[in-house]
């Protein structure tokens, strides 16, 4: 049985990374789960210089999830770099960095010191964070801007890069072709939506950024779709995620399309989320005797 | 070593209007701290998230824990209803704790407001120190009093003026000349907000204990941040971790 | 105290509503709730002619939610005229009536022939059904292809209309504002989110139409934040709906800028919603000392 | 008249794997009929849609309901999980239920296959008619059997060849040569296609339940149609609601 799927050139031992930003750098699951076990770690997103983030309330629940306005708080890349990058390099899974920034300069600057990082086996660039006022998501939600940073972005760009879009747009496939053809070398969707919680007690937003990202369970229908969608729109593989909790979850977003899955706010509901599902994939491949787990890939009956 | 688990309630009664005291067998016990906290987690799947609970009492041999709460949504509202022999799923034990062994030989406070009041038991009973318990309370529903009895002196303010002075905790302590060396405290930000004025002016050193809307529990999403004054370890933008830097922080040392 | 809501010189005895296609035309509901109670009816989508709606499974259990793709299935509307507005009449509730068509001149022609319906106080106008392959969304994520089919709508409706907004777009506030610039009385919104769902054992859909529109508690964070955008850029009054099910759900809708709520998939679950939440509501202004629900209307803390 | 009702759980067992049989107290049962079915709603949150379960008995007295169902999926596995005393959601009576009075001194045979077979035996308890009982299970875990002994001969087909004949219900009636005026069935799709077809090619008339996804259950949404030879009064568009104007059809009138 073999679960390795290659994106881009870059081998992993298996389909099950996690989410950026719902895993920190690993360091605080580890003491959940064998990050060994993990195809990829993909981390909390970086920029050039540290980022203090939002103000708090950050996080509230909703109805199968939640809402996050975090704010992308990062130590910034040299602080990554120094801490981050040697803790992940002591296991045997790859590592996905996820790069964020205000302009495009920005994220140049970290596009370009991660390129002397050969343990860095991707980079996946954040153009749909929607909880940063300037940059982010401005670049992910018009095709035009997206295309201007993916081929800058790619120009400079040692690692092979993930472009991670954004669901929050009228339509996903106009999107990953811009990526596309702009050199973008995979995708990741979605991202979060944007979402509201309003308590009506105190009649204050339940988030200080009074908006926020949604993610859980209660968005996984929407980022099967999209995934399905993309995946038929474009020839780059998908790394696909919303709401995934369990193998059948993640299955479903293989059948989808996806090369790969990533497990974002489960994480936070059940700590070892990522290892039972590498496990439960095994398990379904067993059951129904498939010898590659990219045989999933857009199994789906038409 | 932190940990995800199936527990089994013990026991559970409402000590006050909403406020259930419950007892959880738990391996998780023989690492509690006063001042550390649990993960609780609904079984309705509709609300994933896990609820900070701070631990109240630890029990002498290790294998119990005891959780006080206020009923405050769809997730504490459904633990609320767990009898003796239910399981509950939770994730502990998480935060630093109280550095109460700091107070050994002092004058020492030891203040709780609210729902705030119950860390301070165990807290209470690990300590070491000439210790007074201010507690304060909404009205004459003085939850936990006679536990505090076992350990300290108890002085209490309620709202209402029920019982002890009226008004909060630090109005108990002015209305009856009370000193202290050091102060561990937890209840609502104005309460830690006057505490920490207070010892400044006082030149002493209080701990408290925050509070603020988590999702991971263990470090990981920055959802509860604090600022700090010095740049901390981890953030390196002022922004240290409630659940893991925290709970309880040198009042000095944080920005509330 | 007052619960009356006026919208474009209609005056309701309360703000909760029906959604479209979740009440039919209120017969089937009527066995479990007093129709009376209801500040209006909003009925299923009608079209011209008869419409036979997609092949089954049309429906299916999503997380906090479900998936539908009836496609407007509706008897046309000379059937409507005959049956169902004569039933509705008999009651104490105002009668919004959803309008769809597959080309412009389909809606037209429905409105026309609506218009010469006294007992019915609004128009509601569907361009944001996602199940249907012509027609309907295409007309509803385009601001131009919006603002188009309203004005024409405008000029030959007698009674006020309302158009039903699509979540599936980049920028509701565009949308919002092109109903507006067109003439659109007041607006409805959110329809449902597309969505998919794939039985990862069969590894088929689980809808025939592979995609349908996502709808109940799951998806109410980014209803409330599109209503709040959409309120905030526009003057005209909104419908807000989006997995209500409680009168706490309702009344974040209205702080967030609705006017009046609509209850969609949760009458499924339980008949009796609706008016347990006229009656929450009623509670909810006695708890607060609030006179007229009108002063809920986006009354949120900024 | 239609309701939706909290009852209550009066005994439950697992009568073969995954296939559960539980009694349910409620007011519904006085107007129950053979063929109807309940929705029964998970407690759970995160699934909010009613299962469309059949009514396979009354209770004599009218105070109960019995339904037999498999575990499928998140919410028949916490129905599973109910046991007597547990309170249980449900709506009905839904449904028009099986015209059995027509069968009167007829030659009946009531066909049932798999989880289709529950409904049949309030039918065979309810008809007046020289009835003849047909099941197919997949295996030797024939449940109801006996129940239905009480009431009809039973003619049982096995897919594994286990108990009665190796095959399906129809391969039951050629092996046994049977004969009959009229059919009442209820099963997966298959085997009412081929009741169709035996029926017509016999000339006799076929009553069949009909199964599809429904969200309502009481024929607004119109989720759950069929395709019908004839216009129907309701949709006019020949989709006629399994919920509502079915489940069960004259097998002539609905496409197939």
Known sequence: ?302 | MKEKQTATVLSQVEIAPAIFDMWIETSLAAQAKPGQFIAVFPKDRSTLLPRPISICEVKEDKTALRIVYRVAGQGTKEFSGYTAGDSIAILGTLGNGFPYEEAAGKKVFLMGGGIGVPPILELAKQMQADKKVVVGYRDSKTFLKEDFEKYADVVIATEDGSVGTKGNVMDAIRENGLEADMIYACGPMPMLRAIKAYAAEKGIKAYISLEEHMACGVGACLGCVVKTKEVDHHSHVNNARICTDGPVFDAEAVNI
Chains 1, 3 share one sequence.
């Open chain 1, 1 to 302: 049985m073999n679960t390795q799927v290659t994106l881009a050139g870059v081998t992993f031992k298996n389909p099950v990374m996690t989410a950026s930003g719902t895993f920190g750098s690993g360091m605080e699951y580890s003491e959940f789960v064998d990050l060994n076990r993990l195809g990829a770690v993909v981390t909390k997103g970086v920029a050039n210089v540290p980022w203090p983030g939002n103000p708090t309330p950050r996080v509230a629940e909703v109805y199968g999830g939640m809402l996050n306005a975090i704010g992308l708080q990062n130590p910034g890349i040299d602080v990554f770099m120094e801490r981050d990058i040697p803790f992940l390099k002591q296991y045997d899974t790859k590592i996905i960095v996820n790069v964020c920034g205000k302009s495009v300069e920005d994220y140049l600057d970290v596009v370009e010191r991660l390129g002397d990082e050969p343990a860095v086996s991707m980079l996946e660039i954040n153009v749909s964070c929607p909880n940063v006022k300037e940059g982010a998501i401005a670049f992910g939600q018009k095709a035009d801007a997206l295309y201007n940073i993916t081929s800058e972005i790619k120009k400079r760009a040692k690692q092979p890069i993930i472009m991670k879009l954004s669901p929050n747009v009228t339509d996903i496939t106009e999107m990953a072709k811009a990526a596309e053809a702009a050199g973008s070398d995979a995708l990741s969707l979605i991202n979060t939506l944007t979402g509201m919680k309003i308590d009506v007690h105190r009649r204050k937003f339940a988030i200080a950024n009074k908006t926020g990202g949604m993610s859980g369970p209660a968005i996984k229908p929407i980022a099967v779709r999209m995934v399905y969608q993309a995946s038929h729109a474009v020839k780059i593989p998908i790394i696909g995620m919303g709401g995934i909790a369990t193998a059948e979850d993640a299955i479903e977003f293989m059948l989808a399309g996806a090369s790969a899955i990533s497990v974002g706010a489960m994480n936070f509901v059940n700590p070892y989320t990522t290892v039972e599902i590498v496990e439960g994939i095994e398990k379904y491949m067993k059951q129904y005797g498939i010898e590659n787990v990219t045989d999933l890939i857009g199994a789906v009956q038409e």
